[in-house]
Each structure stands twice: as C-alpha cells, then as structure tokens.
C-alpha cells in the first residue's frame, strides 16, 4: 500500500515515515477480541451523523453567551436548534448535516457501491461528485478546496490531497472506515489512505490514526476508558506525541484546566479575551474546551474530543451519547467538527443504535438513505 501511496502522491511521502507507519499498523487490536456486530457498526457511523445533525444548527459560533442567549433557558435540549444560527454558511433545514457531515455523505455512499469496501479512486470520484453536482452549495472546507482544486489539475487518489491541512476532518471520516475494517490487518491503512485523498500530510495522519487505534479498540470490545488508558500507556500503542495528547485528554476530563493551554494568534484573541472575562459563567467542561483552543485545528481539536470522550464513557451504556453531544455542543466554536467522532465512539461503545435517541434519528434528515448505505456496507 505504502508504494501505492507514494506513487499516486508523486513521491512525496518520507520513506522514513512509510517505515514508521508500517511499523504502526502492525501493532492493531488483537485478533482475539470479539468482532463488532451489525448493530455496532452502525451504530458508530449512525452515531455520527445524527450528533452531527443535532449540532449543525449552533455551529461555529464563536461565543458561548450567544449560544445561551439564542438556547433562552432549553440548555437542556441544545440539539436541533430550530433556527440554523451559524454565521458563516447555511446547509438549509434543520435536520441536515453540517459541512464536516457533508463531507462523509460521499464516503459512506462510494462504499455502499462498492460492495462495502473502501477504493480510494471510487472514493475520489464520489467526493468530486458530491462537490460539483450532487450538492454544490455546499460549504466547502480548506481540504475539500484544495481537493477539488487538484482533481481539476488531473490529479487523482491521494494526489488531490492537502498538503498542509491537519484540521479535524482527519478524524471525522474514521468511524465509517473503522466501523468496517475493525479487527482486521488492513484496517489502518484504510484509515491513512482515506485520510490522503483529502489531506496527503503525516499530520493529518498522525491525528486521524491515532483516533482510530482508539476507535478500533471499542469496536473490538473494550470500553471507552480501557481504550483510552491502552493509548497513552501501551508503548508502541500510538506515536509518542500521540500518547501525550491522550494523557493530556484524560488527565483534563478529571481535572480541567483553569488557565489557556496555547497563544491564540491575533485574529483569535478579541474572541478570546471576552472568553476569558466570561469564564466564570461556565461549566467547567466547556471552559476546558476553550482552554485547549476551541477551533477545528489540531492537537486542539482532537484532545477535545478525546476529553470529552474520558468524560462521559463512563456512560455509554446509559444516558452518555446524548450528554456528550450536548454538552460538547453547549461548548460552542467548532463543535460540529467534534461531535462526529464523540457521537461515534459513545454510541460504538453503547454497542447498539439504541444509544441514539428515537426523536434524534426522526429529526435526522437523511437517516434512512444512511441506515440502508450502512446495511450495504456492515452487513
């Protein structure tokens, strides 16, 4: 695969970093851990999709007074906001995905079509398809610029992916590949090479394989907090880096950080600074959100999300699916490029779509057209 890789990237792959990454997906779940059922996988994907479309309404505002000023008192019930709010683009009704669930549509259905495995080229042309002719208001996100950008240029595969954008979308996409390949040998090298068709960097790799080593471990049977403690403690269970930033996550959901934990850049810090003079105001877990930086970028972004995850999966039997999501939603900023993977992993680790609310899957637009792609591709 990796000769693949760096043959459709034009070589532009370190052959120290093939080694490395190799050397990585050696070191998968056992093989005897109980394989996910039906009901599992698509929980996770399904999961996924309605926490995003609970959320897509209050997504990317940057202010949580405004969030609790538009909510008026229904904190209880943030999901499905009645009046889509986010200020930079509008997906349409209430019910839809935001653009990180968008940019899974043309994922999930290239697989459905193709006897439910992943094939990077059928992939490519899905996301091109979704882009210029299925959905072609939809917001398009740095990667999925440069992605179409490359595929005008005759690129193709992990060729059209961004070079530089480590961003969240590294991670959004795992649980749909994670959710069929668990448990099997190939299964992250599906995870990196769908991650290079849109952003072809050993950043967006190094977060997005991380989160699904962790993915994996629940879809093979293991809660939420073993997975996590495997992660950060296992060495050779994750990169380095990787290990530090679970560590940081778990350690946070026990003792939240009171203080920011980077410099914002200056288009950030008016943001910020009426953040931090309203923090009094906060639970202690959105304000934690806001000290890791709130924003799509990683470590940021993915420590987030791993922290919410140590949070609440204690739960996930129970009532932790939708705690987490509201919750992460009520933290504001980019909390549609969170809610996927939290949504996923909450509801894999539940190990049944009964961890999702009826009401969320009636309000999820498209959830029947997903639920009948998922029963094509995990059955």
């Not at 970093?17 to 599992?40: D, E, Y």
């Not at 060495?235 to 003792?255: T, W």
């Not at 950080?257 to 009426?274: G, V």
């Amino acid at each position: 695969l990796m000769q693949r890789l760096l043959k459709l990237s034009g070589g532009n792959l370190q052959a120290s970093r093939a080694v490395q990454v190799r050397g990585l997906a050696a070191q998968t779940a056992q093989a005897s851990m109980s394989p996910p059922s039906i009901s599992q996988r698509k929980a996770a994907v399904l999961g996924g999709f309605c926490a995003d479309s609970a959320t897509y309404p209050l997504h990317w505002i940057y202010d949580v007074s405004k969030v609790k000023e538009l909510l008026s008192g229904k904190e209880d019930c943030p999901e499905f906001y009645p009046t889509p709010s986010c200020p930079f683009y509008n997906s349409g009704p209430v019910g839809v995905q935001s653009c990180y669930g968008d940019e899974l549509i043309p994922l999930l259905k290239a697989m459905a079509e193709n006897g439910g495995e992943f094939d990077a080229a059928k992939y490519t042309e899905a996301l091109h398809e979704f882009y210029t002719k299925a959905s072609p208001n939809s917001y398009r996100n740095k990667s999925i610029r440069s992605f179409l950008a490359a595929y005008d240029e005759g690129k193709r595969g992990v060729a059209c992916g961004d070079t530089t954008d480590s961003q969240a979308n590294c991670f959004t996409k795992v649980p749909i590949i994670v959710a069929k390949y668990a448990g099997r040998p190939e299964c992250m090298a599906k995870v990196e090479e769908a991650i290079r068709v849109q952003q072809n960097n050993d950043q967006a790799v190094q977060h997005g394989m991380a989160a699904a080593r962790i993915m994996e471990k629940v879809m093979l049977g293991d809660s939420i907090d073993a997975a996590l403690a495997w992660a950060k403690d296992t060495p050779g269970a994750l990169e380095p880096e990787m290990q530090q930033l679970v560590a940081k996550a778990v350690e946070a959901a026990k003792n939240p950080p009171k203080e920011l934990t980077f410099e914002p850049p200056a288009y950030m810090k008016p943001m910020m600074d009426k953040m931090v003079a309203e923090k009094d105001s906060m639970s202690p877990y959105t304000w934690a959100v806001w000290c890791h930086g709130p924003a799509c970028g990683n470590p940021a972004a993915l420590t987030n999300v791993l922290m919410t995850a140590a949070a609440f999966g204690a739960k996930a039997s129970s009532s932790g699916y939708a705690e987490a999501v509201r919750s992460n939603l009520l933290a504001a900023g980019d909390n549609a490029s969170r809610t996927i993977f939290i949504g996923a992993l909450l509801a894999a680790a539940n190990g049944t779509e009964a961890a999702i609310p009826e009401e969320w899957k009636k309000a999820t637009k498209h959830f029947e057209q997903f639920e009948k792609w998922c029963d094509q591709i995990y059955a």
